[in-house]
């Protein structure tokens, strides 16, 4: 629709802007949550089974256990410079929003708009008519400009002079039509990208450790290998699910991240109740998965799942039991592909496999300390500049302990009946221990990736020393 006509006097009218998904790429009730989660797990879940039918004095409780830091959350650029022109043109700008009074100031004050703002505090809950209305009772009917993103913000669109609206679905892009005011539209077409982005697929690479005990034991039938795909298609679709949990309460550190921050949803472009949805959804499908390929696959997936959440809530922040928690979900997946194929693994190999994840645990950690900015505590892990000689000192002996056991399983009766040449095989132990060894020293110099496994898959010379490695294995057989 056009605009109307503008006239000799300056137009004074106040801006009126909805923060949850309009001026915030994020939603303060559900930030509210998971910075509650991540303080008190026990007390949250106590107080919105407690408060779920009172969602104003919900709210107020929220922010009381675990307010989110407002000054990382992620704002609408397109909707933050509509308020920089308003206020260049002399109109007043006011935040209007369901959630907490509390943090609806501290938007204001981040974005320094000076004035009155409207939230929910213990005697309302500021939706839908209840915000109309309080619109109406400052403004007037027709008396502000409304800037919005859902069903929710049709009563204050009802009320407003114009009408701004962000993302509307199709439906509701009619309605705001029918209404016969001038409307101004903010596109944002995410589609299913940032969910996909957010299940970090590339990582489902780790789920080939499923595959290792058909390559110990040499079994390759078709059954066998279709059993461990499947267990391995079920373990990567859980892992995703427990990925999403963990930046669903790592949101903060994740924003004060270099890298991390510009997650999918640390940055905003995945709404957090999609997220939850599909985490959820994602747990269902990998436990059906795993229960196809039979009780004990299915047992195992969710005793992963289990551990992977419980690193998400209490041992990733302390030292060097998350370490071995780490390199105990790898020892896990192993441990699946084994039971899914109906195949032994030597407990020389879980040994093996258990030091080397251990060591790029390690690694993981000495590289967020590496390339920390203020050398200073990591946000949400129990690591300081303090313990970097400590975690070099383990990664070292990390890769002794994998290239011991490695050799120990070369020259065992196990590999006898398995390999034409013992020696050979054994050879195969300094590629290995040279690869770690420079996994090690890069990330002593801060020269890794802050994710492993996207190091690995893209370093050449690491993957032509893996290459050699593999060469021997064969050469060996």
Not at 68 to 85: F, H, K, S
Not at 285 to 292: I, K, S
Request: proline share 5%; with cysteine; hydrophobic share 50%.
């Amino acid at each position: 629709m056009t605009e109307p006509k503008p006239n000799d006097a300056p137009d004074a009218t106040p801006l009126v802007l909805d923060v949850d998904g309009t001026l915030l790429r994020t939603d303060m009730l559900y930030e509210s949550f998971w910075a509650a989660m991540g303080r008190d797990l026990f007390g949250t879940l106590k107080t919105c089974a407690t408060l779920w039918r009172a969602p104003n004095r919900l709210k107020q409780a929220l922010r009381g256990i675990g307010a989110p830091e407002v000054a990382l959350l992620p704002l609408r650029p397109e909707i933050v410079a509509l308020a920089e022109a308003a206020r260049r043109d002399g109109r007043p700008v006011h935040l209007a929003s369901g959630s907490d009074h509390g943090l609806v100031e501290a938007v204001a004050r981040r974005l320094d708009l000076p004035g009155d703002h409207f939230g929910s505090d213990g005697s309302r809950n500021l939706t839908e008519e209840t915000k109309a209305q309080a619109l109406v009772a400052r403004f007037g009917a027709g008396g502000f400009d409304y800037a919005g993103n859902s069903n929710a913000d049709l009563p204050a669109w009802g009320a407003a002079r114009r009408i701004i609206a962000v993302a509307p679905g199709r439906a509701l892009r009619s309605r705001l039509e029918a209404m016969g005011k001038p409307l101004k539209i903010v596109e944002d077409r995410a589609g299913a990208a940032p969910l996909w982005r957010e299940m970090r697929p590339h990582q489902w690479i780790k789920n080939l450790l499923l595959f290792l005990p058909l390559l110990v034991a040499h079994e390759f039938g078709a059954a066998t290998v279709l059993a461990a795909l499947l267990a391995a298609v079920a373990f990567s679709i859980g892992a995703s699910s427990i990925y999403i949990l963990n930046d669903l309460l790592d949101l903060e550190a994740d924003r004060l991240h270099p890298e991390k921050r510009n997650r999918p949803i640390a940055s905003g472009a995945l709404p957090i109740r999609s997220a939850m949805l599909a985490s959820a959804g994602l747990v269902l499908l990998a436990l059906l998965l795993a229960r196809l390929a039979g009780p004990p696959v299915a047992g195992l997936t969710l005793l992963y799942m289990g551990t992977s959440l419980t690193y998400s809530f209490w041992l990733k922040k302390r030292r060097w039991i998350d370490l071995a928690s780490l390199a105990f979900m790898f020892l896990l997946r192993v441990l699946t592909g084994a039971v899914a194929a109906q195949v032994a693994v030597p407990g020389v190999v879980l040994g093996f496999v258990f030091a080397v994840f251990f060591t790029l645990a390690c690694v993981k950690r000495m590289t967020a300390l590496a390339r920390a900015v203020n050398r200073g505590k990591l946000p949400g892990r129990g690591y300081g500049a303090g313990d970097f000689r400590a975690l070099e000192w383990v990664a070292a002996a990390g890769v002794g302990l994998s290239a011991a056991l490695f050799l120990i399983y070369a020259f065992s009766g196990h590999s006898a009946g398995l390999y034409q040449s013992q020696s050979i095989l054994a050879v195969a132990v300094l590629p290995l221990a040279l690869w770690l060894f420079r996994v090690v020293r890069l990330s002593e110099l801060g020269r890794e990736n802050y994710d492993p496994i996207q190091f690995v898959t893209h370093d050449r010379t690491g993957l032509l020393i893996a290459a050699l490695g593999v060469g021997m294995v064969i050469l060996a057989l």
